[in-house]
């Protein structure tokens, strides 16, 4: 009989947007920019932009609901949620929030953030649970509603972003079956300056020598030129080492799934790994950047339209603050 334990199976997946969309003439009303530089720079053609109410908390269920369908699982049968997310509704973390609305009773549950790479992260983490055999089954949710956080008046970065959800459900198979092949997961916080979120601390005073910091996030900023270079640099390295390590070369890669941050990285680092453009999955145009949730929703899309089929090879890879980047060779499904 085989063993339940060490292996890992990727058996669900979904994936949550929010319904309103804004296309680059639209959004050319707003900021000076146009529909050709965006198209051409980027390869995205619109996004999807969570309202006021929208909470990341009810897109990151929606997705994970979706996901655990799939899987033919229950809610009740998670021992782990993973939120991978730079934009929590709150800053003590989503996770409890969406376990508690899931109905997860048994699963514990905690956020993680490692920005546009947080889903490979994420995958690489919840599966040494599963690997140690402390875990059977776990969700690992991306999802990012970073409209939030842009200045509407910076063209160099509003014009990138999208906001969603995307999720997969992890489960323990037999350890001949390991579906997690191969992994690489890299920082280099010299480089952190290049793309940044931060927080910009004003100061209170508690008593007349005793003051803390009082302050509150300023909006996205980046160095896209660098950020660019970085990835088309670092990622196909990343990917050429995780693929070493699965024992596979590129031509065995049914799927290359990368952040959707832009066309030409994905154009770029398919090309340096030698990998024909209809193995390239490739949402931006409709959605965006959108960070953590990029990479589960591309492949989510990817599964209901039946491209990724059981058995399938994928090479996905996560890039971007930090400066993080990650890649996973996985199997799809059972
Ligand atoms: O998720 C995290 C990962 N993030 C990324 O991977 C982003 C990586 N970087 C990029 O994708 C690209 O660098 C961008 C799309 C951000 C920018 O494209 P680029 O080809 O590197 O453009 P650039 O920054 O070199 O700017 C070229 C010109 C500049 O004008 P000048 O100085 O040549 O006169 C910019 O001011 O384009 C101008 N520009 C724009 N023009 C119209 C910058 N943004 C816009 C805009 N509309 N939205």
Redesign the pocket.
Known sequence: MKQLGAGIAITGSGSATPAVSLDNHALSKIVD??DE??RT??GIESRHLAKAEESLTDLAVASASAAIAQAGITPEDLDLIILATSTADDLFGSASKIQANLGATRAVAFDLTAA?SGFIFGLVTGAQFIRTGAYQNVLLIGADILSRWLDWSD??TC??FGDGAGAVVMQASATEDDSLLGFELRSDGKQNDC?KLSYRSGSQELTSNVSVGSGSYRPITMN??E??RF?VQKVPEAIEKALFRANLNTEEVDWLLL?Q??QR?LDSVADRLKIPQDKVLSNLASYG?T?AASIPIALDEAVRAGKIKPGHVIAASG???GLTWGVAIFKWGR
């Open positions: 920019t146009s530089w965006i720079r980027t546009c063209r160099t014009v990138l793309l896209g030129r950020v660019y990835a952040h941050a832009n990285i950047n960070s890039f971007g603050a």
